[in-house]
C-alpha cells in the first residue's frame, strides 16, 4: 500500500516537473519572438488638420516597445518626395525594452496635404508600421506693418501665401468695406479712388 502511494507520488511529480519546466521554456521563447509594437506615434494615422509651423513643418513623435528587450533600431522613413526617404535614425540602440524619439519633418509643409510615413523596427527582423495623415489648410502669417492715420483706416493685416504673394486686408472708417491688394513684390499693396493708402 505505502509503495503504491509512494509510486503515484513519484508519477505526480515527475508530471508536475514536466508541466514546469515546460512552462519555464515555452513563456521565454515566446517572449523572444515578439515583434516591436507602436505605443504612441504622432500624427496618428488617419489624422485631419495636423498643424503645420510654417516655414519648418510637421511635429512627430514615436515611442516603440520590444517585449523581449532585443530592439536594435528604429528608422522614420516619409514618401513625401515619391519614395520612401529615411529622415530619422535610431542607430544601434544595443537591444532595449523601448525608443522614444520626436522631432520635425521639414517636408511636410503642404496645405490639406495628405503623407505616408513609416516606422520600421529592427530586432534581428525589420517590422514595419505605416501611417498616413493630411495636414491642416496652411494661410500666411499676420505681419506687422504700419499705415497712414490720416488715411482713416481701422484694420490692416498683411499676410504672405507659401508661393510668396502677399496680402493686404484692410477696412476703414467710412465704410467698413474689406479690400484686399496682392503683390509677390511686396509693395503698393492697397488703392482706393485713386488715393494710396498705403506704401509698401
Known amino acids: 500500500m505505502n509503495e503504491r502511494r509512494f509510486r503515484r507520488g513519484l508519477i505526480g511529480l515527475a508530471i508536475t516537473v514536466v508541466i514546469l519546466t515546460s512552462i519555464a521554456y ?4 515566446s517572449a523572444r519572438g515578439a515583434t516591436p509594437t507602436i505605443s504612441y506615434a504622432s500624427p496618428s494615422n488617419g489624422a485631419t488638420f495636423v ?12 515611442n516603440v516597445t520590444d517585449s523581449d528587450g532585443n530592439l536594435q533600431r528604429v528608422r522614420l522613413l516619409s514618401n513625401s518626395s515619391g519614395s520612401w526617404q529615411v529622415f530619422y535614425d535610431s542607430g544601434d540602440l544595443g537591444g532595449v525594452s523601448y525608443h522614444n524619439a520626436s522631432g520635425i519633418n521639414p517636408d511636410w509643409t503642404g496645405s490639406w496635404k495628405t503623407y505616408y510615413w513609416r516606422v520600421a523596427c529592427y530586432d534581428g527582423t525589420w517590422t514595419n508600421y505605416t501611417y498616413s495623415f493630411t495636414t491642416e489648410y496652411v494661410f500666411g502669417q499676420p505681419h506687422c506693418i504700419a499705415l497712414n492715420d490720416d488715411k482713416a483706416l481701422t484694420t490692416s493685416v498683411l499676410y504672405k ?24 513684390l511686396g509693395t503698393d499693396f492697397m488703392t482706393k479712388s485713386s488715393i494710396k493708402a498705403c506704401d509698401g
Open 26 to 29: 515555452i513563456f521565454p521563447q
Open 51 to 62: 498643424d503645420v509651423i510654417p516655414g519648418e513643418g510637421v511635429n512627430w513623435t514615436v
Open 161 to 184: 501665401n507659401t508661393t510668396g504673394d502677399y496680402y493686404l486686408w484692410i477696412t476703414q472708417d467710412t465704410d467698413d468695406d474689406i479690400l484686399v491688394k496682392t503683390s509677390s
